[in-house]
């Protein structure tokens, strides 16, 4: 039978912490927005821009630039969704 | 238990107020992670992938959260669809609403982890640092006797009681009970795993 103190460590063993790097990139998306504000617009209104951010989105961003951080990257990627 | 509701924490959010988002962040970093790696068994790699785009659209469409209440299914449904794309990329027929084998008890049982893990705000930081340690970054009583400049036996100890401790905050009134055991006694005075 599983004591309570048994189902409490299975528990806390079941939300082990993800790998690190991972929480604090997630946690610079407000900063990364900010920077990305500019990008996004040029690419609202240049449309060559925006054919050269979706051809190489990491390389254009260090081109403007702006470090491609996987917050930075996974946010340009929303942004340019259709 | 929890310092704020979610409720609370997307309202900070939406406010942009400092430092919201680190805790709506930290707070569910380990429960879309979960979700990828445990639930989806997605690669290590696809995970993290999966986790970045999971926070990247949380953020950008928080505002658009009806019911501020449903923050942790909406999270939850945001991975789910995350990981499915993911799969269908590698190849893997498979919908939203088709979990893997075992998926439903996987998602309920971290539901009720974060419920444990909501309660370790009532431990002390001692309490929640040794815990943390040892059940969710798999650290050895060795690495964290030498971390905390404390004996491995005292670690095995000291797991035990903030244990007992953790369940008596999740269950007050079992705590209040007369009669109950001490906390040496009801676990027994021992932590399986690693020495």
């Known amino acids: 039978m599983t004591t309570p103190e048994e189902r409490i460590a299975a528990l806390l063993r079941a939300l082990p912490a993800p790998p690190q790097g991972l929480t604090e990139a997630a946690k610079e998306l407000p900063a990364a927005r ?8 040029r690419i609202e209104r240049d449309a060559r821009f925006r054919a ?3 051809a190489d989105l990491e390389q254009t961003l260090r081109v403007e630039g702006v470090e491609p951080t996987p917050a930075v990257v996974a946010l340009l990627r929303r942004r340019l969704e259709p | 238990m929890d310092p704020a ?26 429960y879309v992670y979960a979700i990828a790696a445990r639930v989806y068994r997605l690669e290590p790699a696809d995970a993290e992938d999966v986790f970045q785009e999971v ?10 959260l009806r019911d501020v209440d449903a923050l942790r299914p909406w999270i939850a449904q945001t991975t789910r669809r995350c990981a499915v794309d993911t799969l269908r990329r590698a190849g893997r027929e498979t919908s939203v609403d088709e979990l893997p084998d075992g998926a439903d008890e996987g998602l309920a049982q971290l539901d009720e982890a974060m419920t444990v893990h909501a309660a ?3 431990l002390s930081p001692d309490c929640r640092e040794i815990l943390d340690r040892f059940f969710t970054r798999d650290e050895s009583y060795r690495t964290i006797g030498a971390e905390l400049e404390l004996p491995p036996g005292t670690i095995a100890s000291r797991i035990a009681r903030c244990l007992a401790r953790l369940r008596d905050v999740l269950d007050p009134d079992a705590a209040r009970a007369p009669g109950r055991k001490t906390p040496a006694h009801a676990s027994g005075g021992k932590v399986r795993r690693r020495r």
């Open chain 2, 5 to 30: 509701s979610d409720a609370e924490l997307v309202a900070r959010c939406l406010a942009d107020e400092q430092g919201a988002w680190d805790d709506l962040v930290d707070r569910y970093a380990r």
């Open chain 2, 55 to 64: 926070f990247a659209r949380v953020f950008e469409r928080l505002d658009t």
């Open chain 2, 120 to 122: 370790l705000t009532g």
């Open chain 1, 52 to 54: 050269l951010v979706a």
């Open chain 1, 34 to 41: 900010r920077e990305l504000e500019t990008i996004v617009a």
